[in-house]
């Protein structure tokens, strides 16, 4: 289990940022993913880092990864270059409860390397777009420069179907969009929150204050779904460092409801 | 004329809840104003005597800084209220520059006209008041959360 | 069924286990304590020996009636050699290698009922899930163990108020208990499995046990059952700890703690490891290894920018509360069997059932 797959070929690369890069990886054969689910991807002689999959989960023959340089890892995979092979093991962790959200509005609240994460997500709600009343994406950044996907943002924001409102912590002479936090774009959408269901990726800090925002208008608990972050190793539940009070996040998350989560989260050093 | 206003003050997220005996009283107070796309609805420094509205379009609370060119900290659009310093005091100026990024349809009310009011009803005072002090906490935590720049690299 | 076999039938048991090609593993006197190490027959356990333990207080002492099994729990336990300290799991070279176990399959010799439950722990955690872990499982595959019922219980014990002990109830092939006073030296055998039948059959001095013989040794395990040194509060623990993740008793247990890790490096059912890439000079040749690890450690908890549990107080809160109660959310079981180790190694003699009854008389 531990690197006896066959790797697979990064077929290209595409700058998204400054500091952030989406691999398209082409597996040895077709390969099916779950919103919200991850990969770990192995940098040669480096080390190996839970990687979210952030395209189309009905494209199963190359499959993208979005990466935000962080550390040596991370440094070595946004620096490969296409044709190399890279050592792929997943896809592990649990997903976005789309089926929870059927029916209702389905809110989703991205910010910063949250995005890529949520994506498959909103590919796959779009795909079965009649199962979901409103579709809102929510999504912030720290400046104009940071965001990602920006021209599929803007494709996104074309459709009727879709509301899609975007802000930065910090705007420049260029930007002409909103400047705020994210918790208070929650204020700013039309939805129902009895019957709404949100899923949320950020930093802990904007998770925190995001939730309130949404428990406030209504949203219930058991609704409202984070993916977190601990140190990961094994992705198999074995080592011991991805430990968020009784869950396993390679195992028992990423995505995890509110309701689970509600003692722990505002916990320090948990 | 102000008898037309009331209707967009009741219908302001800003007055929700608020007894409609009031209206007339805060209509006295108000006019209708619009500001065309990279106009400035107000200056930093500049004396703070009304506060707006805003029905329509988005607003850019701007701060210049040399070699940096302008930084927009917040933008404001419908629904939202620009301007709390008419009712604090000692602080009757602009913080900001009030860049229109859309343009803006707004009710815009008289500072002065309505702190005489206030002054007259303490009960209407004390509804602003509660309705600025949300307005003011909300801001701040806002404010707070951009600081703590939770995007950026760690370390 | 229930047999008696002497010193001599003891040596034919072991003989009869390597006949069958086990490798023998057993406890052994080194570095000034009782230790795991492999064996090849009786004369290599530590016969007349003990040992005195307490918080922070381990010391060998002589005994004189010559008992094989006459200590209680040594520093180590049978996850020195299921769960090893530091393994490979994979090299390039050749090709999708790993450390395996070819070699023959282990016999535990003198293994106690806390250290069955820790092993029945351990087996939950590397086999239960969804992705068993293989260099375990090879090592666990076929494993025989001969376990002993403990004759005494050390200070720093509490496996009764845990259910863990002091009589093995399950997991064991052979289950003995030394009997050292009238009658002579003898152990009584029970067994647990078919397979340890069969071993019983190939050992000539064998004998069903009488009565006599094993009435004797059921007052033994009730003699240490009620000589347990500590214990942990019958009170339900994941309440407990959930409820109390801000208590100040955590501020006075870190004002000891030296986050040395001692006590998940004692612990028979830590399982923390820390998987790390390292490749040759040349960029060549890539292996990936991995050591145990202790969420006392900084690097436990990083994730890019820092660690999440940077004070003594946050580590030690995470260690006892995943032990005695996120582990049961985890994996189904506490993850303290009542050994005592955390306590003896301890080298500030933090105890953990003294804490647990401090954050209870103050809730």
Redesign the interface.
């Given at each position: 289990?531990?690197?006896?797959t066959e790797p697979w070929r990064l077929a290209a690369a595409r700058r998204e940022s400054a500091?952030t890069v989406t691999l398209g990886l082409e597996p040895p054969a077709p390969f099916v993913f779950d919103p919200g689910q991850f990969n770990m991807l192995?940098a040669?002689?480096?080390?190996?880092v839970p990687i979210s999959i952030s395209g189309d989960p009905g494209q199963r023959t190359r499959i993208l990864h979005t990466i935000r340089d962080?550390?040596a890892v991370?440094h070595a995979l946004c620096a490969t270059p296409p044709g190399t092979e890279i050592g792929v093991r997943g896809p592990y962790g649990s997903h976005w409860p789309l089926h929870t959200a059927e029916g209702g509005d389905l809110i989703i609240v991205a910010?910063?390397?949250g995005l890529p994460p949520l994506r498959p997500a909103i590919y796959q709600a779009l795909r079965h777009r009649d199962r979901y009343q409103r579709l809102v994406l929510l999504y912030?950044?720290?400046t104009p420069r940071?965001l990602l996907f920006t021209g599929e943002l803007a494709r996104w924001r074309g459709r009727f179907d879709l509301t899609v409102e975007v802000?930065v912590?910090?705007?420049?002479?260029d930007?002409?969009?909103?400047?705020?936090?994210v918790?208070?774009l929650i204020g700013?959408v039309t939805f129902e929150p009895g019957t709404a269901t949100a899923f949320m990726v950020?930093?802990e800090?904007?998770m925190r204050?995001t939730v309130r925002a949404l428990l406030e208008r209504g949203v219930p608990e058991d609704r409202v779904f984070l993916s977190m972050?601990?140190?990961m190793?094994?992705?198999?539940?074995?080592?011991?460092?991805c430990?968020l009070?009784?869950?396993?996040l390679c195992?028992d998350g990423p995505v995890l409801s509110y309701r689970q989560l509600a003692?722990w989260i505002s916990?320090?050093?948990? | 004329m102000p008898q037309t206003l009331e209707p967009l003050l009741r219908g302001h997220a800003f007055f929700a809840g608020l007894d409609p005996e009031y209206l007339p009283l805060i209509a006295g107070c108000a006019k209708n104003t619009v500001f065309p796309a990279g106009r400035f609805a107000f200056r930093e420094g500049d004396p703070a005597d009304m506060f707006l509205l805003i029905r329509d379009g988005?607003l850019?609370?701007e701060v210049a800084a040399p070699g940096r060119?302008?930084?927009?900290?917040?933008?404001l659009?419908v629904?939202d209220v620009a301007g709390f310093s008419w009712l604090i005091e000692r602080h009757h100026r602009w913080q900001f520059d009030g860049r229109v990024?859309?343009r803006i349809r707004a009710v815009e009310l008289d500072g002065a006209c309505l702190r005489g009011k206030c002054a007259a009803d303490p009960e209407l005072g004390y509804e602003l008041m509660r309705r600025f002090a949300v307005l003011a906490t909300?801001r701040l935590?806002?404010t707070r959360?951009?600081l703590?720049?939770?995007?950026?690299?760690v370390g | 069924m229930r047999y008696v076999l002497d010193l001599g039938g003891l040596g034919q048991l072991l003989a009869a286990l390597r006949q069958r090609g086990f490798r023998l593993i057993g406890p052994v006197v080194a570095d000034g304590a009782i230790c795991y190490g492999e064996i090849t027959s009786a004369a290599d356990l530590p016969a007349g020996w003990t040992d005195e333990q307490d918080g922070g207080t381990y010391r060998l002492k002589r005994r004189d009636d010559g008992a094989l099994f006459g200590y209680n729990v040594g520093p180590q336990s049978p996850k020195k050699y299921l769960f090893p300290a530091s393994a490979t799991?994979?090299r390039s070279h050749p090709p999708?290698t790993?450390d395996t176990d070819d070699e023959k399959p282990f016999a535990f010799i003198g293994v106690r009922s806390c250290e069955l439950h820790a092993i029945a722990v351990q087996d939950r955690?590397?086999l239960g899930?969804?992705?068993p872990?293989?260099l375990y499982a090879a090592r666990r595959d076929g494993a025989f163990i001969v376990a002993v019922n403990c004759g005494q219980a050390a200070r720093t014990c509490f496996c009764v108020s845990m259910s863990a002990g002091p009589k093995a109830d399950a997991g064991f092939d052979l289950a003995l208990t030394e009997l050292t006073g009238e009658g002579g030296h003898r152990f009584l055998a029970e067994t647990g499995t078919p397979r340890g039948e069969e071993v019983i059959a190939d050992t000539p001095g064998a004998q069903p046990a009488s009565p006599r013989d094993a009435t004797a040794a059921d007052q033994i395990i009730e003699r240490t059952a009620a000589q347990m040194g500590r214990a942990m509060p019958a009170v339900d623990l994941r309440d407990l700890l959930?409820g109390n993740?801000?208590h100040p008793r955590w501020d006075d247990v870190a004002a000891r703690c030296l986050t040395c890790g001692n006590c998940t490096m004692a612990c028979p059912t830590c399982?923390?490891?820390?998987?790390?890439?390292?490749?040759d000079l040349a960029?060549r040749a890539?292996e990936?290894n991995?050591s145990w690890?202790s969420?006392f450690t900084l690097d436990?908890?990083?994730?890019?920018?820092g660690p999440?549990?940077?004070?003594a107080?946050?580590r030690y809160r995470?260690w006892m509360?995943?032990k005695l109660?996120?582990w049961?959310?985890?994996f189904g079981t506490s993850g303290c069997v009542g050994c005592g180790r955390c306590i003896t190694w301890c080298p500030a003699g933090i105890d953990i059932t003294e804490e647990v009854a401090a954050i209870a008389a103050d809730t």
């Open positions: 289990m531990w690197a006896d500091d192995y040669a002689g480096i080390g190996e962080v550390g991370t910010g910063g390397i912030g950044a720290r940071d802000t912590d910090v705007g420049d002479r930007w002409r969009g909103n400047v705020g936090v918790p208070d700013r950020g930093p800090i904007m204050f972050e601990r140190n190793q094994c992705a198999a539940a074995l080592c011991g460092h430990q009070g009784p869950f396993l195992r003692r916990l320090r050093e948990i | 988005m850019a609370l060119g302008p930084i927009t900290v917040q933008t659009t629904g990024i859309e909300d935590q806002a959360l951009q703590l720049d939770v995007y950026g690299h | 799991l994979w999708g790993a955690v590397f899930g969804q992705h872990d293989p959930y993740l801000e399982f923390c490891f820390s998987v790390e890439d390292v490749t960029g890539a990936r991995r690890d969420c436990h908890s990083y994730i890019h920018g999440v549990r940077t004070s107080r946050s995470q509360t995943h109660a996120t049961t959310g985890q």
